[in-house]
């Protein structure tokens, strides 16, 4: 049966909810599903997806970089790009339609589909580079598929998350996450904590590689509200598009990349300098108008998060809107939020898994709930016409509000 690209879009929808169809690899060798070109693996538990956003658009500055993210906002074309330009239409349609019977038979999930696709598009494309970014953990992922072509992996740091699937100890989590160590590629870790390095450190001894680690970032400023300058050794004055303090950690982690693949993809100063002044990642810390957007759906971003409100409210307080899915630790989350803004609206949004009013009870004595999200958003900014909303709680809530903003 032929699908046209919304019919695409719904199916990948209903299945998005699923996190393994179990059938994946046993897909990927019935198919012969392989990726030809060399590939930046990128794991972690928090930033992968815009440290992989910067890495493809270092490299971009003068190569054919294919880039697959693990999530999207409004249109699953947005995961699969190559130098920022989204797969066509018709591509998307033609690579789903070759398979879309064994989809259904091996019943897999919707980011299990995008890798099928986005490694059959790459391999069609002569490209110089891909940069993947992993669903979740690493050694079990859809994207860890045998034989891939890597010449480094990178993983962004490890927090507890995703307990039930990788590991109830931050060690167990960054060993799955090292599961996509390849044997005598170099590994580059990010800040993670020391009982997880050592965990890293065994497991990449094994494997034959050594891992780096980040450098020291160096006098991160923002500059006229909108781009955040820093020194990396040993460059001087990088720059990037954002007003978000993490942004300029992922950024960095690009420049690492490109520093340790200097002999095979080399880069001059200018062209990383060009690729790092890339548009920012939809969704994180985005501002439009009062109104700025961050899709933070665990603990640990919302702490990344609100180390940015000085920057994001302009020096002034900073009004949350907040909705989540019914799996989101908004005991922990919701608290993180309250010791950092002035005050938190709760509201909910159209999609299956959000929570409602009932889901907020033990929170509506500290935070007003406003049902409609529109409304509450219209509410905060007459209350607060010189300030700034926040819009946070999870990627689904963040994309509803993208497509009626």
Known sequence: MMMDIQEIETYLKER?????????????SKTKLRLHTPLIHVSGSNGKSLTAHYIAS???????????????????????????????????????????????????????????IAYRYFNDQSLNLCVVECGMGGREDATNIDDLPTILSVITNVSLEHTEYLGTTRSEIALHCGGIIAKGMPV?????????????????????????????????????????????????????????????????????????????????ENELKQGLFCAPLKGRLEAK?????????????????RRCFQTAGRGKPVHVLFASKQ??????????????????TLTSFEHPSARTEMDYALFTEDHRYIENPL??????????????????????????????L
């Open 327 to 344: 799996e989101s630790n908004i005991s922990v989350m919701l608290p993180y939020l309250a010791d950092a803004c002035a005050d938190i």
């Open 188 to 268: 580059l870790i990010g800040d993670i904590e020391e009982g997880c390095r050592d965990a890293l450190k065994e497991l990449a001894a094994k494997k034959n590689t050594m891992l780096t680690r980040m450098d020291p970032i160096y006098l991160p400023h923002l500059v006229d509200r909108s781009v955040f300058h820093f020194d990396y050794p040993p460059y001087k004055d990088l720059a990037i598009q954002s007003f978000a303090s993490y942004n300029v950690t992922n950024a960095a982690m690009a420049v690492e990349c490109a520093k340790i693949l200097q002999k095979s993809l080399p880069l001059s």
């Open 58 to 116: 270092v490299f971009g500055a003068k190569y054919r970089v294919g880039l697959l993210l693990n999530s999207y906002l409004l249109s699953f074309r947005e995961a699969i790009s190559i130098n920022g330009e989204s797969i066509p239409e018709e591509d998307a349609i033609h690579y789903f339609e070759e398979h879309q019977k064994a989809y259904e038979k091996y019943e897999l999930t919707a980011f299990e589909i995008l890798v099928d």
């Open 16 to 28: 998005s909810f699923e996190v393994s169809s179990g059938n994946f690899f046993a897909f990927a």
């Open 375 to 404: 409304f509450a958003l219209m509410t905060l900014q007459m209350e607060h016409p010189d300030e700034v909303v926040l819009a946070t709680g999870c990627r689904e809530f963040i994309a509803f509000l993208e497509e009626r």
């Open 289 to 305: 108008g009062n109104v700025v957007l961050d899709s933070a759906c665990n603990p640990d971003a919302i702490l990344t998060l």
